[in-house]
């Protein structure tokens, strides 16, 4: 037998020299299963010609990865057309996984896109789209080439399509019902039966309503894969053929008349799909007004000249004209003008921000008052807003774990359905000895109460709307997975510096002795202006704050960071600690002293102030609680889960900090390298372990957590630090995403219960388990509007989310 040979082409970052694509190379030859690899430095690729029975492309990735280099990898989301249920996306997922190349491909039933990782070198997009046409659905272009207008055109169009089609059947369909029911005076006296004259009347009809359904099935069955469209198709199909056998008299009767039923089947069908639609054209609201927020045109400097150009041909460096009441294009930097600048889309703060010459600006937010020249610094993809918008797009793809429930479930769904229908059908008819009618009945029903579409779409557009919900409150989730696992949390431990307290100094007291409190302010302030030490700049900053003027002051010294010193209005002023004023012979009196202790026994840093050679005053200086912080830890506490903090800090400050937050647990002098450790240990005790931090300093403890939830402050969003990052600076947030996380896991419940309760009541009632005792039957048209309900129940439900305002925003929002 010959041997069988492949030859892949790897795209290859971090060679940078001929020794690395030699040693690529040679790791690559190393395996049994490769017969050649050639390694190319300019091109950065490597064509690998190897036994396909033996590896796979992931197992010469892993050799890449093993010899210290990486394999290029393409990401792209593209928006699909014509899913309906989950078996749809389960068939274009299967359809796109089996191209060569392809790695993943995550189908969101819910927001209609798939989103593909795979090897350029191998496949393209022009493949991609093949796959997905062949399967028999709509490849509708990359999702950041589908503009907000042309999907909604598209959305539009769809919904009139599937409108005109159930209003034409219903037209049609419920004069025929209520005929069959009532009967007409005169109708016995035509000449032609009335089985012809209906076959007439319906045929245009059900051609016209039913063509997607069969269209889709046939699909399906191209694909050699089993859909909802196969059962409908096979529902409605059986219900119209038979009708034709019985109208002609072959093989059935006259009285196999189902063409009204038929044509009401497949108006039904048609409903569910247009409700469906139209709730899921809702579930992505978060994400198009965040679209929105994004100019599509600026004014640019050229030549001295104005310009306005589309947003896509603004390059960094280019000087940005923004008038009052205009949205600031792309994020850069003011280099002319002032204004006050509305950023509450990004950061949530209600209050315009001032800017000046220097200060940073966000794309998207509103210039209110003045004209500011702004240069371009990130275009495109790179700004924030485009970051944000992206990691909402992932998250709103990503599947949780819980969702494999609803995936198993569906792939065993529809043949079970198929045998439970083919069963029901010869119990009745061979067991029972029932008429043909009512045992096709009995069929045609099951296939079309039976659907999978409740199940398929009971966690993406929980999870869709939840993530949506989240970054409208500021929340930014960033997959599935973090939804479920904030939902078992055990533990929560805070850093302190920077996340429970605001991260610089303040002057938090101040105790004058001899001169007035402002007096005192001023001295110290008009010393420590001459510094940068962050003591310093705290003292200057509380006297700007209070409004005290402050004096000139001369001969500036520094002592080797235990003090300064200057002439203030003729007086020699000393600032330090009390040691090097005992140094140069200022008494500290016993009740200064008692109160240079009591601040450090509460984590303060006393600053104690001389001025003409005698005690003047205490400055006590401390990094300050946020505004929100205690409200948080009580929450959190409140929630049943247990609060830590890690921190760098001496032992005392950082017990003084927890004392005033209520947190009993701490672990103080970490270092930032220990924190991961402490995380640690605290999983290996079984603990479910979220760390809040900065984003920066703290990612090893962040990675390390089940959760790691990272402090953004507008601006410089740790998008890559954490599961969820927190775009404003508030703690209540964090308290919000796990009650968010809680709230969206219990909807997903509610959902799949749901979804596994219609099917589980009503399978059983269209196999007509009930007709032997109560004589209940279930009509194939009730079981249409019943498979519609189900799905818009499911979605209805998740659409609920949208309204949610978690416990720990009450009153903020």
């Known amino acids: 037998m010959p041997e069988e040979r492949r030859k892949a082409e790897l795209k290859i970052s971090g060679m940078h020299c001929a020794s690395c694509a030699l040693n690529l190379e040679r790791a690559l030859r190393g395996r049994d299963d490769v017969y050649d690899a050639r390694v190319n430095l300019a ?71 798939a989103h593909i990782v795979y090897n350029p070198a191998l496949v393209t997009l022009s493949d991609i789209r093949a796959a997905i046409e062949d399967a028999g659905y709509q490849y509708l272009g990359l999702e950041e080439e589908v503009s907000e207008d042309v999907e909604a055109r598209m959305r539009e169009e769809d919904l009139r399509g599937k409108f005109r089609r159930f209003v034409v059947g219903f037209a049609v369909s419920i004069p025929l019902f209520l005929y069959m029911l009532f009967g007409m005076p005169g109708m016995a006296a ?83 799909r247009y409700l469906e639609a139209r709730a899921k054209g809702r579930t992505s609201e978060a994400i198009k007004k965040l679209i929105g927020l994004r100019p599509r045109t600026a004014t640019v400097v050229r030549d001295g000249r104005e310009v306005e150009v589309g947003i896509e041909d603004v390059v960094p460096g280019d000087v940005l004209l923004v008038r009052p009441g205009e949205k600031v294009p792309v994020d850069g930097v003011v280099v002319g003008g002032e204004s006050s600048v509305d950023e509450s889309m990004i950061t949530g703060e209600p209050i315009p921000a001032d800017k000046q010459e220097g200060d940073g600006v966000v794309g998207g937010t509103l210039n209110v008052n003045g004209v500011l020249r702004v240069r371009a610094e990130k275009i495109g993809k790179d700004t924030v807003l485009a970051q944000i918008i992206k990691l909402v797009r992932d998250a709103q793809g990503s599947r949780p774990p819980v969702e494999r429930i609803a995936d198993v479930a569906v792939s065993y769904f529809i043949p079970v359905i198929l045998a439970i229908a083919i069963a029901a059908f010869l119990v009745w008819y061979v067991v029972l000895d029932a008429s043909l009618l009512f045992s096709l009945t009995v069929l045609i029903s099951i296939l079309v109460v039976a659907c999978p579409c409740a199940l398929g779409l009971a966690t993406p557009t929980a999870v869709t709307v939840g993530i949506g919900r989240g970054a409208e409150l500021g929340v930014l989730v960033r997959n599935g997975e973090a939804l479920e696992v904030s939902k078992n949390l055990t533990t929560v431990v805070f850093d302190k510096t920077g996340t429970l307290t605001r991260g610089k100094p303040d002057v938090t007291d101040i105790v004058a002795f001899g001169m007035p409190e402002d007096r005192l302010l001023a001295v110290a302030a008009a010393v420590e202006r001459n510094s940068q030490h962050p003591l310093a700049v705290a003292v200057v900053r509380r006297a700007e704050s209070a409004g005290v003027t402050v004096p000139a002051s001369e001969r500036f010294n520094t002592f080797g960071g235990r003090g300064v010193s200057a002439v203030v209005d003729g007086e020699v002023v000393l600032i330090g600690n009390q040691p090097f004023l005992l140094e140069r012979g200022i008494a500290v009196p016993p009740k200064a002293e008692m109160r240079v202790t009591a601040f450090q026994d509460v984590g303060k840093t006393a600053v104690l102030v001389a001025a003409g050679g005698e005690l003047a005053g205490i400055l006590a200086i401390a990094d300050t609680l946020k505004p929100t912080t205690r409200t948080a830890i009580a929450d959190l506490k409140r929630m049943g889960l247990t609060v830590t903090m890690i921190t760098g800090d001496n032992p005392r400050t950082a017990n ?158």
């Open 43 to 113: 091109s950065e690729t490597a064509v690998v010609e190897y036994d396909p029975t033996k590896a796979t492309l992931t197992d010469l990735e892993r050799t890449v990865d093993d010899a210290g280099y990486e394999v290029v990898r393409n990401e792209a989301t593209v928006r699909i057309g014509g899913m309906v249920c989950a078996a749809c996306a389960q068939v274009i997922e299967a359809s796109l996984t089996d191209l060569e190349g392809v790695y993943e491909a995550r189908i969101n039933l819910a927001t209609e896109n």
């Open 656 to 813: 003084a900090i927890a004392r005033e937050v209520g947190i009993e647990n701490v672990h103080a002098g970490v270092l930032p390298q220990e924190k991961a450790q402490e995380v640690r240990a605290l999983q290996e005790r079984r603990e479910v372990v979220a760390f809040v931090g900065d984003g920066i300093n703290d990612a090893p403890a962040l990675a390390q957590a089940d959760v790691g939830i990272a402090i953004g402050s507008g601006t410089d969003v740790a998008i890559e630090s954490g599961d969820i990052v927190l775009i404003r600076d508030d703690l209540t947030d964090a308290v919000a995403a796990i009650q968010l996380s809680r709230k969206v896991m219990s909807r997903i419940k509610q959902n799949l219960f749901w979804a596994f309760a219609y099917n589980a009541a009503l399978i059983p009632l269209a196999a007509g388990v009930l007709y032997p005792i109560y004589g209940i039957t279930f009509r194939p048209e009730l079981a249409a509007l019943a498979m519609a309900l189900s799905s818009v129940t499911v979605v209805s439900l998740s659409l609920l989310l949208k309204t949610y305002i978690p416990p720990a925003k009450k009153g903020a929002i």
């Open 190 to 272: 035509l000449p032609v039966s009335i089985n012809l004259i209906m076959l007439v009347i319906t045929a245009p009809v059900f051609v016209y309503v039913s063509a997607p359904i069969f269209k889709a099935a046939a699909a399906a069955l191209r694909n050699r894969t089993l859909t909802m469209d196969v059962m409908y198709a096979m529902g409605i199909g059986v219900a119209y053929g038979a009708s034709i056998l019985g109208t002609f008299g072959i093989v059935l009767t006259p009285e196999f008349n189902f063409y009204e039923t038929a044509v009401m089947l497949a108006a039904f069908l048609t409903l569910g």
